[in-house]
């Protein structure tokens, strides 16, 4: 027969057994309580801030974008505009705008610039040997981008750009003073140095043709130093 054990020997049992299963919940329920320790809690304004700042990222790039096509409408017809003003094709208004804005100078001032020293023609050459559509002098070109040769300066885009880098540091010598900048452009910037040295207006009339497309003094000084036809403006 099978022999009944003693109440407290059955009470001893149970303890036992009730005692595993409470250390067994307690090793499964320590590392959940520890792993929830570390995920902290999501509050509902949380969530709503971290919402609000996706939407506004998302609206900035839709902004900034409808800002670059409106600049490039704007530039565009800026161009166009230049192009029928000073009754040149719109590509070398492009590419006369395009050199400017890379040097920040006036657009306007550039296409002026251009008229006076070439009336626009890319294979123009001085008496004095400047060449191009700005009549840059190849030694200045070599000064301001070394490598640059005679022929290169027949290339729109290369004299462009040499043209008005050279203009941009007279404009920084002079403290955006534009008129002596392109007085300089066109006398020298040391005879213009030399001249307000000895308290003299430099001035020559070059700045008032860029300007306004012609000078009355401009065209008579040159008529005096090169003959009536060179220096019909």
Do not use: C
Request: proline share 5%; charged share 30%.
């Amino acid at each position: 027969m099978r022999k009944i054990p003693q109440l407290t020997d059955l009470r001893a049992l149970i303890e036992r057994r009730v005692s595993k299963q409470v250390l067994l919940g307690m090793s499964l329920l320590l590392p959940a309580t520890a792993f929830m320790a570390r995920v902290p809690e999501v509050e509902p304004a949380a969530v709503s801030e971290e919402v609000a700042q996706e939407e506004r990222a998302r609206a900035d790039i839709v902004a900034e974008a409808w800002r670059a096509r409106m600049e490039e409408a704007q530039s565009r017809q800026m161009v166009v505009s230049l192009a029928e003003e000073f009754d040149v094709p719109v590509t070398l208004a492009e590419d006369i705008h395009e050199a400017a804005q890379k040097e920040e100078i006036d657009p306007k001032i550039a296409f002026g610039l251009v008229r006076a020293e070439s009336s626009f023609r890319k294979n123009a050459v001085s008496p004095v040997g400047a060449v191009g559509l700005t009549q840059v002098m190849p030694a200045t070109a070599r000064w301001l981008v070394p490598g640059t040769t005679r022929s290169d300066l027949m290339n729109p885009s290369t004299n462009l750009q040499v043209g008005f880098k050279y203009l941009r540091k007279l404009l920084d010598r002079y403290d955006g003073d534009e008129k002596l900048a392109l007085t300089a452009y066109n006398r020298g910037p040391g005879t213009v140095s030399k001249l307000l040295k000895k308290g003299r207006d430099p001035d020559n009339g070059y700045a008032a043709k860029v300007l306004t497309g012609s000078s009355e003094k401009h065209v008579r000084l040159m008529n005096a130093k090169f003959g009536k036809k060179k220096g019909r403006s």
